[in-house]
């Protein structure tokens, strides 16, 4: 069975896509600038929702647009709205740290404990997805990368294998020395140019079980 993840901006399109076969949400707000951090009301209104629907929810935690590059002020922010996301019931949490184009270690690894411990003031264990931050990284670097995250315990990689923009198919190569790369320590979800129509040929293509897009299922 193939899990589709559907990319939502809002609450709007969540209940159509979860009838049309989405099994998981990533709930994100401003999609035009790639995705940042949704309010309070539309992560608690997307929880009640996915608990009627057995739908789990991944929420993007970036607290603007642009670089992925973070100042201390945004990093508090993001461990701020990580530890609200948490108490108000997701399933996961979506972010990416990079720091002079590398990966961002010190702050991802501190994201990921946050994620994963049962700490008081965030309470619970939640899964991460290391988004398409990744695809900034110099590909002299991405394998690499792969191993790092797989050993800190992030759950997924959320990727397009190549520039923004560039056709899914241009990418398959790439995407599929991820794969090997990750050998199941960590899934590679491919996302970028995935839709309702290329989805089961995609994920055939990589021999992947999850798919992401904002029109991996149909909606009316």
Known sequence: MLTREFCAENMELVPAAVAAGAARIE??????????????????AAVAHARKTATDVMCMVRPRGGSFEHTPAEAAMMRDDLA???RLGVTGVVFGCLRDGRLDRELTAE?????????????????????????????KDQLEAIDWLA???????????GPA??????????????VSRAAGRLIILPGGGITWENAEAVAAALGVSEVHGTKIVQVA
């Open 27 to 44: 709930l994100c707000d401003n999609l035009a600038v790639g995705g940042t951090t949704p309010s309070y009301g539309v992560i608690r």
């Open 84 to 86: 609200l996301a948490k």
């Open 111 to 139: 994201l990921v404990r946050l994620a994963h411990e049962d700490a008081p003031e965030a309470p619970g264990r939640v899964a991460v997805t290391f988004h398409m931050a990744f695809d900034a990284l110099a590909p």
């Open 151 to 161: 050993d800190q315990g992030v759950e997924r990689i959320l990727t397009h294998g």
């Open 165 to 178: 923009g560039t056709p899914i198919a241009d990418n398959l190569g790439r995407l599929r020395a991820f």
